[in-house]
C-alpha cells in the first residue's frame, strides 16, 4: 500500500538462500531460473557476496498491489560456525567437502570416513553398500581400521602417499562413485542403540558382579576352611606340648622317688672298718 501511494511497482516475493558452504545454493537458483546466473563450483566458498536474482514474471502494474508471479531469490556465502566443537560433526562436512580443504588433512578425513561408513554398515546395513567400497578399492574395509585400509590403499594405488589416497577416497565418495550412503543415522536408530549397549553394559556388570560375588564366598570359604584347620593345629600342638611338659614333671618325680629310695637304702649298708 505504502509503495503504491508513493507511485512505485509492488515489490517482488523475496526469500533469502543460506545453509553450509558448497550444498548447491547457487545450482538451485540456476536450476529454478533455467539458465546459469549464479556463479558457482565445487569448491566451498566459492560465493563471496550477495546477489538478488529475480525468477518468474514481470512485476505488476502500478496500481496492481502484488507482482505477476514474480520472486526474487538472495544468493548468498555459505554460512558455518568459526568454531565446531563437535569434532564429529566437523568431519562430516569435511567429507562432504563444505569445509575448505586447507582446514583439515585428506588422509585423517579419508581415514575417518571408513570409520563412519563400517559404523554406519554395522547398524544399518541398507544406508551404505560397504561390499561396493570393497570392490572398488580391492580391501577387507569390514576387517580393516579406517587407517590401515587407507594405508593399504596407499601402498597399492599410490606409492605409499596418504594424501593422494584421502584424495582419492574423498573425491570418490563426493561423485557418487561409492553408492548412495549416509554418514548419519535418524536419532531413534541412535536411542536405540544406545539402550541396548547401556542394556548389554548392565547385564555384563550383574554377569561380573555375581562371579565376584561367587569368588568372594569361595574365597570365605576357604578362610573359614584355613582357620579352622589351624585352630585344629593349634589344638593339636596345646595337647603335644601339655603332653610332653606332663612327660617332663612325671620322669622328674620318677627321678627324685628314685633318689630318694637309694639314700635311705645307703644309710643302712656297712662302711667296713
Same mark, same amino acid.
Given at each position: 500500500?505504502?509503495?503504491?501511494?508513493?507511485?512505485?511497482?509492488?515489490?517482488?516475493?523475496?526469500?533469502?538462500?543460506?545453509?553450509?558452504?558448497?550444498?548447491?545454493?547457487?545450482?538451485?537458483?540456476?536450476?529454478?531460473?533455467?539458465?546459469?546466473?549464479?556463479?558457482?563450483?565445487?569448491?566451498?566458498?566459492?560465493?563471496?557476496?550477495?546477489?538478488?536474482?529475480?525468477?518468474? !514474471?514481470?512485476? +505488476?502494474? &502500478?496500481?496492481? %498491489?502484488? *507482482?505477476? $508471479?514474480? #520472486?526474487?531469490?538472495?544468493?548468498?556465502?555459505?554460512?558455518?560456525?568459526?568454531?565446531?566443537?563437535?569434532?564429529?560433526?566437523?568431519?562430516?562436512?569435511?567429507?562432504?567437502?563444505?569445509?575448505?580443504?586447507?582446514?583439515?588433512?585428506?588422509?585423517?578425513?579419508?581415514?575417518?570416513?571408513?570409520?563412519?561408513?563400517?559404523?554406519?554398515?554395522?547398524?544399518?546395513?541398507?544406508?551404505?553398500?560397504?561390499?561396493?567400497?570393497?570392490?572398488?578399492?580391492?580391501?577387507?574395509?569390514?576387517?580393516?581400521?579406517?587407517?590401515?585400509?587407507?594405508?593399504?590403499?596407499?601402498?597399492?594405488?599410490?606409492?605409499?602417499?596418504?594424501?593422494?589416497?584421502?584424495?582419492?577416497?574423498?573425491?570418490?565418495?563426493?561423485? !557418487?562413485?561409492? +553408492?548412495? &550412503?549416509?554418514? %548419519?543415522? *535418524?536419532? $531413534?536408530? #541412535?536411542?536405540?542403540?544406545?539402550?541396548?549397549?547401556?542394556?548389554?553394559?548392565?547385564?555384563?556388570?550383574?554377569?561380573?558382579?555375581?562371579?565376584?560375588?561367587?569368588?568372594?564366598?569361595?574365597?570365605?570359604?576357604?578362610?573359614?576352611?584355613?582357620?579352622?584347620?589351624?585352630?585344629?593345629?593349634?589344638?593339636?600342638?596345646?595337647?603335644?606340648?601339655?603332653?610332653?611338659?606332663?612327660?617332663?614333671?612325671?620322669?622328674?618325680?620318677?627321678?627324685?622317688?628314685?633318689?630318694?629310695?637309694?639314700?635311705?637304702?645307703?644309710?643302712?649298708?656297712?662302711?667296713?672298718?
Amino acid at each position: 500500500m505504502k509503495r503504491r501511494r508513493l507511485g512505485m511497482r509492488p515489490r517482488a516475493t523475496r526469500a533469502a538462500v543460506i545453509g553450509y558452504p558448497n550444498v548447491g545454493k547457487s545450482s538451485l537458483i540456476n536450476r529454478l531460473l533455467g539458465r546459469k546466473l549464479a556463479k558457482s563450483r565445487n569448491i566451498p566458498g566459492f560465493t563471496k557476496t550477495i546477489q538478488w536474482i529475480r525468477i518468474g !514474471g514481470m512485476m +505488476g502494474s &502500478i496500481g496492481d %498491489e502484488s *507482482p505477476k $508471479d514474480s #520472486l526474487e531469490l538472495l544468493d548468498t556465502p555459505g554460512i558455518i560456525p568459526p568454531r565446531l566443537h563437535d569434532q564429529e560433526a566437523a568431519t562430516a562436512l569435511a567429507i562432504c567437502n563444505d569445509i575448505g580443504q586447507a582446514a583439515y588433512s585428506a588422509s585423517s578425513v579419508a581415514a575417518a570416513f571408513f570409520d563412519k561408513a563400517k559404523e554406519v554398515y554395522r547398524l544399518r546395513k541398507g544406508y551404505v553398500s560397504l561390499s561396493r567400497i570393497e570392490r572398488r578399492y580391492k580391501l577387507p574395509i569390514h576387517e580393516l581400521s579406517g587407517e590401515d585400509a587407507l594405508s593399504d590403499l596407499a601402498d597399492s594405488m599410490f606409492e605409499g602417499n596418504l594424501d593422494l589416497a584421502g584424495e582419492k577416497v574423498l573425491a570418490d565418495f563426493r561423485k !557418487g562413485y561409492l +553408492g548412495p &550412503i549416509t554418514l %548419519e543415522l *535418524p536419532p $531413534d536408530i #541412535l536411542d536405540r542403540n544406545r539402550k541396548n549397549e547401556e542394556e548389554e553394559s548392565r547385564v555384563e556388570n550383574e554377569e561380573e558382579n555375581f562371579g565376584n560375588e561367587d569368588i568372594d564366598e569361595e574365597q570365605s570359604e576357604e578362610s573359614e576352611t584355613d582357620e579352622q584347620e589351624d585352630g585344629m593345629k593349634n589344638q593339636l600342638e596345646q595337647s603335644r606340648s601339655t603332653i610332653a611338659t606332663g612327660n617332663e614333671s612325671a620322669d622328674r618325680k620318677s627321678n627324685t622317688v628314685k633318689e630318694d629310695f637309694v639314700e635311705r637304702s645307703d644309710k643302712g649298708k656297712f662302711d667296713g672298718w
